[in-house]
C-alpha cells in the first residue's frame, strides 16, 4: 500500500508561483508513473502532468510552458513547480502513483489526499 502525502498549496495572485511537493512511502517496488491531477466543483479530475520512472514527462495543454514536473526516485517525491499562475488554475490538486509488480500486471493506482490552489487578487 502506498501513501502519498501533499504540500505546498496556498493562496497566490495571478501571475504568481508555487511549488508542490508529494512523497510516497510504504512500497518497496519503483513507482512507474508520478503524476498531479487537478479537480474543481462538478469537473472531472484533470491530468496536469506525468512523469515515469525514466522521467519522461507530457503535460496538459493548459500548463505547458507554464508548470514543470520532476521527480527524485530515491526520495520517492514529485513535484510540481508552477510559475504564471493563473485564476483558473484553481482546484485541488491531487497527486497519483502507478505502481506495478511485474509488466504483465496491471497498475496499482493510489492517491494523496490533495492540496488547494487558490489564484486570486
Known amino acids: 500500500q502506498v501513501q502519498l502525502v501533499e504540500s505546498g498549496g496556498g493562496l497566490v495572485q495571478p501571475g504568481g508561483s508555487l511549488r508542490l511537493s508529494c512523497v510516497a512511502s510504504g512500497t518497496i517496488l519503483p513507482i512507474n508513473i508520478m503524476a498531479w491531477y487537478r479537480q474543481t466543483p462538478g469537473k472531472q479530475r484533470e491530468l496536469v502532468a506525468r512523469?515515469?520512472?525514466?522521467?519522461?514527462?507530457n503535460y496538459a495543454e493548459a500548463v505547458k510552458g507554464r508548470f514543470t514536473i520532476s521527480r527524485d526516485n530515491v526520495e520517492n517525491t514529485v513535484y510540481l513547480e508552477m510559475k504564471n499562475l493563473e485564476p483558473e488554475d484553481t482546484a485541488v490538486y491531487y497527486c497519483?502513483?502507478?505502481?506495478?509488480?511485474?509488466?504483465?500486471?496491471?497498475?496499482?493506482?493510489?492517491w494523496g489526499q490533495g492540496t488547494q490552489v487558490t489564484v486570486s487578487s
Open positions: 497519483n502513483a502507478a505502481t506495478r509488480s511485474a509488466y504483465y500486471n496491471p497498475f496499482m493506482n493510489y
Open positions: 512523469c515515469t520512472h525514466a522521467g519522461d514527462t
